[in-house]
Every structure is written in C-alpha cells, then in structure tokens.
C-alpha cells in the first residue's frame, strides 16, 4: 500500500472517528480529501508548486 492510498484511508477512519450526527458524511468526505492530497504529495504524485503556482520572475 503507496502512501496515497495510507492517507486517504487514515483520513476516512479519523473523520468517521471524529464525527457524531448529521453531518458526519461531509466531514468524512472533507478529511478523506485531505488524507488524499497528502499522500499524494508524499508520493510525489502531486506537486505544491504546481497547484499553487511559482513565483514570477520579472
């Protein structure tokens, strides 16, 4: 197991931990998310520079 799919399922079990009520589904999806995306920079799958742009040199 990569550490995208380590993340995204570490994300989904503490959402699932850290949510009691109605809004429990939302809330798994959004830390799921975020276990996705950081297994996914971990991985080098996903590059921050890229999603957030370079600096520009003028």
Do not use: C
């Amino acid at each position: 197991m990569n550490a995208t799919q380590t993340g995204i399922i570490a994300g989904l079990v503490l959402g699932l931990a850290a949510t009691q009520g109605f809004t429990a589904f939302l809330v798994t999806l959004a830390v799921g998310f975020v276990g996705l995306v950081v297994g996914r920079i971990l991985d080098g799958e996903l590059d921050l520079g890229d999603v957030f742009g370079r600096g520009r040199d003028k």
